[in-house]
Structure formats: structure tokens, C-alpha cells
């Protein structure tokens, strides 16, 4: 709940931060989630589009997406 709190957060100010940086707190409380419970499907949502934005990396967002 703590990484979709940082991500509602982020979007309401989304179109003023610099996406790599916007969606760090989001993606670092999903990763904490993830390292929690492996099976949360909701972490690996957020990772997935705090990956895509944060690191621009494609493929592993697909992979959190896809597992989410």
C-alpha cells in the first residue's frame, strides 16, 4: 500500500518531475514489497511501471507486468 501511495502521489505531479526521479519512492516501496512476499501481484505491478519510468527498461517492467 506504501508503494501505491508514492505511485498516486507521483501522478498527480507527474507532468512537472522528471519521470526517472518521480517514480523512485514508488519503485523502491514495491521492490521492499516484493522482497516481502515474491507471489504479491500488486509489487510487481508497481515494479513494472516504476521500472519502466525509473529505468526505462522495457523488458523487465514486461516481466513484472506479465508476472503481475
Do not use: C
Not at 17 to 32: G, H, I, T, W
Not at 40 to 63: F, I, P, R, S
Request: without cysteine.
Amino acid at each position: 500500500m506504501l508503494a501505491f501511495e508514492r505511485f498516486q502521489k507521483t501522478m498527480t505531479g507527474f507532468s512537472a518531475m522528471d519521470s526517472s526521479e518521480a517514480f523512485r519512492p514508488a519503485l523502491e516501496a514495491a521492490q521492499v514489497a516484493l522482497d516481502i512476499d515474491r507471489s504479491d501481484w500488486y509489487a510487481h505491478a508497481l515494479t513494472g511501471v516504476g521500472t519502466l519510468w525509473t529505468h526505462h527498461n522495457h523488458a523487465l517492467a514486461l516481466t513484472h507486468i506479465e508476472r503481475a
